[in-house]
């Protein structure tokens, strides 16, 4: 039987402010992706969510992005390859140093927000941050949506690799994500958000927002973890997966 595991972007609160419900939904994935300080989270976040993540046994990685606290990483800025490669290793390094403190192993390794839509599409894009990754750590898994640029790029250089299914996004007919700044962009019922991911695991099919079937790969399913509805949508798919 095939495996497939359930993770969710946290660690995501910086300073005074609190985003997200990191105690209640880390118990219950299978991985964590990290914000490294980029787009979001700062150094007392980093060493908390590694913290929780530990302690319930959960897989960690790291979730570097665009230097965009204010866009929330969301932004697409106009970045060459060789910038994005300094981004990734730069962000893979500071969540590391707090991984390898409590003495355990960094697992995986995602792009956040418009550098992953982005290197996902760019194949220049998706070679730099796959090349970040391995000169880091070969044996790191890079995951990446689902037969992306991403993916490809990751599995050319012998990187382990995830394709990444979204519970709670929409999809366009190219198999890519709908863009945020679409008002469909997001799934919020929960029925529907399970209907979902059971044609992605039962059938690896996903329906487009037109209405066809698209192949996909599931080995991983995301949840995002800012939303309202984070916490009960991870419990429901975690029904369904199991």
């Known amino acids: 039987m095939k495996s497939i595991s359930l993770n969710c972007d946290l660690g995501e609160s910086f300073g005074a402010y609190t985003l997200g419900n990191d105690e209640k939904i880390i118990p ?39 230097d965009d606290l204010q866009g929330f990483g969301r932004r697409k ?11 990734v290793l730069y962000q893979i390094g500071a969540l590391h140093g707090f991984v390898r403190a409590i003495g355990e192993s960094l697992h995986h390794v995602k792009p956040h927000g418009a550098l992953y839509n982005m290197a996902c599409q760019q194949r220049k894009l998706a070679e730099a941050v796959a090349q970040a990754v391995y000169d880091f750590q070969p044996s790191i898994t890079l995951f990446g ?64 927002t037109d209405g066809k079937e698209i192949p996909i790969q599931a080995d991983t399913i995301c949840v995002h973890g800012d939303t309202n509805e984070a916490l009960q949508v991870v419990q429901s798919i975690r029904e369904v997966i199991t």
């Open 145 to 208: 949506l689902s037969n992306s640029e991403l993916t490809r790029a990751g599995e050319k250089l012998g990187l382990p690799v995830a394709h990444e299914v979204f519970a709670d996004r929409t999809y366009q007919t190219d198999g890519s994500l709908t863009p945020r700044t679409e008002s469909h962009a997001m799934i919020k019922d929960v029925v529907q958000i399970q209907e979902q991911v059971k044609g992605m695991v039962d059938r690896g099919v996903v329906k487009s």
């Open 77 to 87: 800025i106009d970045v060459k390859p060789r910038e994005v490669y300094q981004l």
């Open 28 to 66: 219950l994935v299978d991985a964590v992706n990290i914000a490294c300080g980029f787009h979001a989270g700062d150094a007392r976040t980093m060493q908390e969510t590694v913290r929780l993540a530990s302690k319930h046994q959960v897989k960690m990685g790291a979730h570097p992005g665009f």
